[in-house]
């Protein structure tokens, strides 16, 4: 059974960057695609980004549009959540999730999930 662990989160500046990792354990990544999410304080979860086993990605949320990329290693085992100029709305808990696709990837029907890493954007 796979298991995921977030990490990369913390505290940074408005326009500061950070690199979330997904590691993945249990089982090969290549078959699975992987999206992240994140939920904000008294928001609900929110997808992202998805990626396919070859790399292809998705975006599902605007605001993160020219800021945030999707990026896998899968002889690393982990897929990774590039951030750039966070802003304070970008505050949330970040978790990344798989299911088992070769082919194509999406936010539903998530079969795995990480517990989490939180990153704060706040000057």
């Known amino acids: 059974q796979l298991q995921l662990v977030e990490s990369g989160g913390g505290l940074v500046q408005p326009g500061g960057s950070l690199r979330l990792s997904c590691a993945a354990s249990?089982?090969?990544?290549?078959?699975?695609?992987i999206a992240w999410f994140r939920q904000a304080p008294g928001k609900e979860r929110e997808g992202i980004l998805c990626?396919?086993?070859?790399?292809?990605?998705?975006n599902f949320a605007e605001s993160v549009n020219g800021r945030f990329a999707i990026s896998r290693d899968n002889a690393k085992k982990t897929a990774y959540l590039e951030m750039n100029n966070l802003k304070p709305e970008d505050t949330a808990v970040y978790y990344c999730?798989?299911?088992?696709?070769?082919?194509?990837?999406?936010?539903?029907?998530?079969?795995?999930w990480g517990k989490g890493t939180l990153v704060t954007v706040s000057s």
């Open positions: 999730a798989a299911r088992m696709d070769p082919i194509y990837c999406s936010i539903t029907d998530m079969e795995y």
């Open positions: 249990g089982a090969t990544l290549d078959y699975y695609a």
């Open positions: 990626i396919t086993s070859r790399g292809g990605s998705r």
